[in-house]
């Protein structure tokens, strides 16, 4: 699962422009470092670009080139500054992919290069059309060569885009389409999307995802349905007792969009790297613990994945009780969930423990408190929250809030004349100086 991340917009916004400033071909390089290694292909992130003036591109009637004085440039900064090189240069008609020009020349440029750049990636990449085809080469421990494509090839600015994104024609989306643009759509349908847990807001998020048009899930759980489940789990029913939560979405959405792409794995634990993670487009979590929610920011922080946490609560402790939830976004470079200090230090540490350390710390009474109470149309109201901030991220309406609080019992409504549910942004702030998980 190969991903190219521009995580400065001004980056791609820069190369596309020239690409787009004349007739015939243009050039541009994007340097790019390592974020983590997917089970399929490099993870890299856009550090910097360079562009190649027009005075240094020749043609002839075999194609467009770059000079060699151009090319060696380009080259020995690379190898000087430790960085790895995608290529990219537009073709006038769509859609973008390389030419037989293009081809008898990338296979030789590529072993050139990567022998150069001692282990780092190449890549190559055609724009036509608003719209690239990226591929990538790896030198293989044998010495061969690798080729793959990036399965995308993303920009993460104040909206979201997926640049390799194809157009989509699914009738079903007519309605929607209008709303979220037509490259809206076309990135929805293709994002790859892990939801961690499948319970009471997990299983809200995916059908949601589903209807609207997102192709490809990750579901993460290893729960089974209970009949207490039933009252807030919404793609299941009492059919659906004592099998899977993660089987039991993946069936509900299956039945929105026969043709999703649907993965389920067990829940995440403290043990396990998790690779599958590390080279999709967002992670939406859905779980009752910080354990598992500490090592979901982590992942994203690391690998500029943006991360979607979602949490809800019902205290019956106060008179009345207090119901409520947040959304948390966490984009590249933005605040953290240790930066918003929402998690509990102590939870974390006992989840890391083994199954021996947890059963002494029940004998001493730690972690044994009673499930809370939970009902579906908080999780409802919740979970729409956070999707609609992703939709409006993806459509380009507006900046998405960084964290959302929604108060469904008055608990902060200081003025008693107007009652009712509250969703309310915070005002956003910067990451915390020296923050152990993201200030790196």
């Not at 409006?392 to 929604?406: D, F, K, M």
Request: aromatic share 6%; proline share 6%.
């Amino acid at each position: 699962m190969a991903t190219l991340k521009f995580l400065d917009p001004s980056h791609w916004d820069t190369i596309e422009q020239h690409l787009l400033s004349g007739r015939g071909e243009h050039f541009a390089f994007a340097h790019t470092r390592p974020l983590t290694k997917s089970t399929d292909g490099p993870v890299l992130e856009v550090t910097g670009i360079e562009l190649i003036p027009d005075s240094a591109v020749d043609h002839d009637h075999t194609g467009w080139y770059l000079a060699d004085e151009a090319l060696d440039h380009i080259h020995n900064g690379a190898v000087a500054n430790g960085y790895g090189l995608v290529e990219f240069h537009n073709h006038q008609f769509g859609p973008p992919r390389f030419s037989h020009t293009d081809e008898a020349g990338l296979e030789p440029m590529a072993k050139y290069v990567t022998d150069l750049l001692r282990g780092r990636t190449y890549g190559a990449g055609v724009y036509a059309k608003g719209a690239v085809h990226v591929d990538w080469w790896q030198r293989l421990p044998h010495g061969g060569l690798q080729r793959g494509t990036y399965r995308s090839v993303t920009v993460a600015g104040d909206r979201l885009r997926v640049l390799n994104a194809s157009i989509t024609d699914d009738p079903r989306l007519t309605r929607q389409t209008p709303l979220l643009g037509s490259s809206g759509q076309a990135t929805i349908a293709a994002m790859k999307v892990a939801i961690v847990g499948a319970g009471g807001t997990g299983s809200h998020v995916a059908q949601a995802l589903a209807y609207l048009g997102f192709t490809d899930l990750l579901i993460y759980d290893d729960d089974i349905i209970e009949l207490s489940n039933l009252n807030r789990t919404v793609t299941a029913d009492v059919d659906d007792i004592g099998s899977p939560k993660n089987y039991v979405a993946g069936v509900r959405v299956c039945q929105i969009d026969p043709s999703i792409n649907v993965t389920t794995f067990p829940a995440i634990t403290a043990s396990g790297e998790h690779p599958e993670l590390h080279g999709i487009d967002l992670i939406v979590g859905c779980l009752d613990h910080d354990g598992p929610r500490d090592l979901l920011n982590q992942i994203a922080v690391d690998t500029a994945t943006p991360y979607i946490d979602i949490a809800t609560g019902v205290d019956t402790n106060l008179d009345p009780a207090v119901v409520g939830g947040r959304v948390i976004l966490v984009r590249p470079g933005s605040p953290c969930l240790h930066c918003h200090d929402e998690l509990d230090a102590d939870e974390i540490t006992r989840w890391v423990k083994t199954p021996e350390q947890q059963d002494l710390d029940g004998e001493h009474g730690y972690g044994t408190g009673l499930p809370n109470a939970s009902v579906v149309h908080l999780n409802g109201i919740t979970v729409y929250s956070a999707i609609t901030e992703l939709i409006v991220w993806i459509a380009g309406t507006r900046p998405p809030a960084q964290y959302l609080e929604v108060d469904l019992s008055g608990y902060l409504n200081t003025d008693p004349s107007t009652p009712g549910v509250r969703i309310t942004p915070r005002h956003a702030i910067p990451a915390k100086s020296g923050c152990f998980a993201c200030a790196h």
